[in-house]
C-alpha cells in the first residue's frame, strides 16, 4: 500500500473512532490544552497548531494550510489513548515497544542513520537545529536533548561525536509510558519526523 493510501485510511479509522469521545476529559488525561470554541490549540513539534474537533483536521496556527498527514496521525492516535498518562522518568529503547525489535532495522534506518550522516561530529549544528523544537539539554552522552514532542510525549536524543577511533553514534530514547500510546510503526513515523527536521 503506498505511503500516502496508508496515512489516509490510518486517518479515517482515527477519526472514525473519536467521534464520541469526551474530548475535554480525554485533553486532561493526556496533558492537552482543553477544547476552546472548536478547537484544540496546543504545542506540537515545537510550533503552535490548531485541531479542529469538526473533522479532527490539524493546522498549524494562522494557517489554513492542513499539516503534514504523519503529524495529524500521531496526533489523532495519541487522542485515541483511553487511559490518563503519567510520565514515568524511565527511558526505554525502541526495541522494547511492541513490535520493535522487528523493527528495529527500519527505524534506525529512517532516524539515527541519516541524522549521523548529515550531523557527524558536529555538536553545535546540532544544538543549533535543535532550536527548531522545545527541547531541554540532558546529562546523556556528548549532547543530550529531551524533545518535547506534544502533551506528555517526549523523544530523548543521546548523541555522541565520536573520536579518531569511535564514530558519531546516536540513540533515541522514549519516556516508559510511551507504550500506552504507541507501537513501533507510530514510534518509527515519529523518530523520522524529529530527525528529518534535525537535519
Known amino acids: 500500500m503506498p505511503k500516502e493510501t496508508g496515512f489516509a485510511e490510518a486517518i ?7 467521534r464520541d469521545v469526551d474530548l475535554p476529559a480525554r485533553c486532561a488525561n493526556l496533558g492537552l490544552p482543553e477544547p476552546q470554541q472548536g478547537v484544540i490549540k496546543l504545542r506540537a513539534f515545537g510550533e503552535d497548531m490548531v485541531l479542529r474537533e469538526s473533522d479532527f483536521q490539524l493546522f498549524s496556527a494562522g494557517s ?11 496526533l489523532l492516535h495519541y487522542l485515541l489513548c483511553d ?15 511492541t513490535g520493535g525489535q522487528f523493527f528495529w532495522g527500519p527505524f534506525r534506518a529512517r532516524s539515527v542513520q ?13 544544538e543549533n537545529n ?8 540532558v546529562s546523556l552522552g556528548d549532547l543530550g ?23 558519531p553514534a546516536a540513540d ?3 519516556d516508559a509510558c510511551i507504550k500506552r500510546v504507541y507501537e513501533a510503526e507510530d514510534a518509527t513515523v515519529l523518530a523520522s519526523r524529529i530527525c528529518l527536521n534535525l537535519i
Open 64 to 74: 489554513e494550510t492542513p499539516a503534514k498527514s504523519a503529524d495529524r496521525i500521531l
Open 114 to 126: 541519516p541524522l549521523l550522516r548529515k550531523i557527524g561530529g558536529d555538536l553545535e549544528l546540532l
Open 172 to 174: 533515541l530514547l522514549f
Open 83 to 97: 487511559l490518563p498518562l503519567h510520565i514515568t522518568g524511565e527511558l526505554i529503547s525502541f526495541r522494547e515497544l
Open 130 to 137: 535543535l532550536n527548531c523544537f522545545d527541547w531541554q539539554p
Open 145 to 167: 536533548a529531551r524533545i518535547h514532542v506534544f502533551g506528555k510525549v517526549y523523544l530523548t536524543l543521546v548523541y555522541r561525536a565520536g573520536d579518531e577511533e569511535l564514530s
Open 12 to 18: 479515517r479509522l482515527a477519526v472514525e473512532q473519536l
